[in-house]
């Protein structure tokens, strides 16, 4: 069973990254009345336990950001947009965060990026779908998950991992 580790700036810290965002978006829609962007750093853990400490240790400066495990850090938005990986892309963020995990737990446990969008906005899901694939990601090598906040309460973690379904012959 996989974990997923959402990191972001505490309310009171300017989210700069979250405000380039708005304003990329804001240039590519302008019909859009959007009043807010938040951006997320999301690590999924591939191990079936994991320790609270090791996760604010590795990935969160406690000082500017907050943390949860397995629970989202925060519900006010509209829209919810995830953009990580596609199986095979190489992840380097999520290779520091691999081992930075493993500096301190002495494990070799897979982890693995991406990046959520907390977008405030009246819209509905189409038109959050196109800001995912024509604003936050490249769809050649990125997946998008567009979630409303109800959905956002339980999101399941999603596991890069290539899977190959044919035996290979040479």
């Excluded at 000082?63 to 190489?90: H, M, N, R």
Aim: charged share 20%; hydrophobic share 40%.
């Amino acid at each position: 069973m996989a974990h997923r580790v959402e990191v972001g700036p505490k309310p009171q810290v300017f989210d700069a990254r979250g405000e380039r965002v708005k304003r990329q978006i804001r240039h590519a829609f302008p019909d859009i009345a959007l009043d807010n962007v938040h951006c997320l750093d999301i690590y999924t853990i591939d191990t079936p336990e994991i320790d609270a400490g090791w996760c604010a240790e590795a990935f969160c400066d406690p000082v500017i950001q907050d943390i949860a495990l397995d629970a989202p850090l925060s519900c006010a938005f509209d829209w919810y947009i995830e953009v990580g990986y596609k199986p095979g892309v190489t992840d380097n963020v999520g290779h520091s965060a691999q081992y930075a995990l493993e500096l301190i737990s002495g494990r070799t446990i897979p982890v693995y990026s991406a990046r959520a969008y907390l977008i405030t906005a009246a819209i509905d899901r189409g038109a959050a779908e196109n800001i995912a694939t024509e604003c936050l990601a490249n769809t050649l090598i990125q997946n998008c998950r567009v979630f409303s906040p109800t959905e956002a309460a339980a999101i399941p973690p999603y596991v890069p991992k290539v899977k190959d379904l044919k035996e290979p012959a040479v």
